[in-house]
């Protein structure tokens, strides 16, 4: 087992530290991105420590150092995860059947490559680069477009056969087990079934913000289109209501450049979804013998908000989506196939335990190589920490100039912000936790 032992201590405890020391950073307010460039450059989970470093530094406001991670991340994401496949390649990819997911470079999820190419748009936002910020949203767009066509008929036509990653004593001992495996695959999956989730793997939010930022930079028709489709997954918010009404006053209007200019407030409130391990165990048979299969997967914990909304001069935001519903609703879809990935994993040690403890010298390896199987019985909880419960909106009308007093939930001053007149603007804040707040103010 010395080549297991050299290959890194993650496949003992997996990748809780890095994402308690990101957390950490990033309630901090650190802005060292230092050891992040590190473990870029010796290709050391390079997906996950570029976003990583590309929140932080877009938290410090080097917008464009941000920028630079994120193209570090989308660049890998290419080149790591084939596009229609982003799911499920990871799944079946099994260079740790000895050991566990942990051992693998972090792929990522759906929903946070549409998050990359939004934080990026926003990044040349505030830098001034509209020309740049278009074609991050017109990716974002592309992709969403992909995540509705394909993905969930992939993804259902994989659960309908057999794994390619397992041989035929793994597939007869798995059918042998039917009953028990899916006794257990219905309670992992009770487990998660409670939590509301989106309808599909499109987020709303960046569709919404892709409609503002092309209102903003003039492409009135594309703008209303976008907030149109918008509206349609979404059909009783009251903003998303007023946002289309706005925007087609301006794509119908001969003299649209002399309307009144918009102000939106944009809220990012909390963390969202992350990822826990839990472990499981249940019965196995093998020749008879009576054993015990034990799985570990990553199942889902809610974090904590911030402010339950904002107040801004007096009037409040209205939740625009709630990111908690997609990072369940990728879960929920992906849930099965990795809970079967792991049980056929499991199943691989279970049936070299059994031959090491049958064989007539093996019982002292049998014992060593089960301690070693239940060391290395860890979950991947890799996510992106970095990402919202819910995002929220208000917007106010710029017919000479606008001062705005951005107040929490509880009245309290938060931050003022002057817009010139005759000017669109988008006020983005992020808020982490109360009293953790991130404000970019962003004119047309």
């Known amino acids: 087992f010395s080549a297991f032992l050299f290959s890194g201590c993650a496949i003992f405890t997996g990748h809780s530290d890095k994402i308690e020391r990101f957390d950490y950073e990033i309630t901090n307010s650190k802005c060292d991105t230092k050891d992040y460039a ?49 799911f499920i390649k990871s799944l079946n ?7 566990n997911d942990n051992i693998l470079d972090y792929n990522g999820k759906f929903y946070e490559r ?85 309808s599909n793997f499109v987020n709303p939010f960046a569709s919404y913000l892709a409609g503002i930022f092309f209102l903003c930079d003039g492409s009135y028709a594309k703008g209303a289109d976008l907030l149109k489709e ?69 199942t889902l914990k809610k974090r904590n908000l911030s402010y339950e909304f904002l107040k801004i001069n007096g009037k409040k935001t209205t939740q625009i989506v709630d990111m908690n519903s997609i990072i369940s609703a990728e879960f929920a879809a992906t849930a099965k196939l990795r809970a079967n990935k792991q049980i056929f994993l499991a199943i691989s040690k279970v049936i070299l335990e059994y031959q090491l403890s049958t064989h007539k010298d093996g019982a002292g390896v049998a014992a060593i190589y089960a301690i070693f199987n239940m060391l290395t019985n860890r979950a991947d909880i890799r996510y992106w920490s970095y990402l ?10 710029n017919k000479g100039g606008l001062n705005l007093q951005i107040s929490n939930d509880t009245d309290e001053i938060i931050a003022n912000s002057q817009i010139p007149p005759n000017k669109n603007a988008i006020i983005y804040l992020k808020s982490l936790q109360r009293n953790l707040n991130y404000i970019d103010t962003i004119i047309f």
């Open 38 to 86: 590190k473990m870029i450059a010796k290709n050391d989970d390079t997906i996950f420590a570029a976003n990583s470093a590309g929140s932080i530094a877009r938290n410090c406001k080097d917008f464009k150092s941000s920028n630079l991670f994120f193209d570090i991340a989308e660049g890998n994401y290419k080149t790591a995860v084939d596009e229609r496949n982003l």
């Open 93 to 99: 990819e099994v260079a740790a059947t000895l050991t």
């Open 114 to 198: 549409i998050m990359t190419n939004l934080y990026k748009a926003l990044n040349f936002m505030s830098i001034g680069e509209f020309a740049n910020a278009r074609v991050e949203f017109n990716r974002i767009l592309e992709r969403q477009e992909i995540a509705k066509r394909h993905f969930m008929d992939d993804i259902l036509a994989l659960s309908k056969t057999q794994p390619n990653y397992a041989d035929e004593n793994q597939i007869y001992l798995y059918n042998q087990n039917l009953k028990n495996i899916n006794e257990f695959l219905n309670f992992y999956e009770n487990g998660y079934s409670n939590l509301k989730a989106s």
């Open 230 to 298: 918008v509206s349609v997954m979404l059909p009783k918010n009251e903003q998303i209501k007023k946002d289309l009404s706005y925007a087609n006053s301006l794509a119908n209007s001969l003299n649209a450049r002399k309307n009144i200019k918009q102000v939106w407030v944009i809220y990012e409130n909390g963390r969202g979804a992350g990822l826990k391990e839990s472990g499981f165990s249940f019965p196995f048979i093998v020749n008879r013998t009576l054993m015990s299969l034990n799985v570990a997967l990553p």
């Open 388 to 397: 919202p419960a819910n995002f929220q909106s208000a917007s106010f009308e």
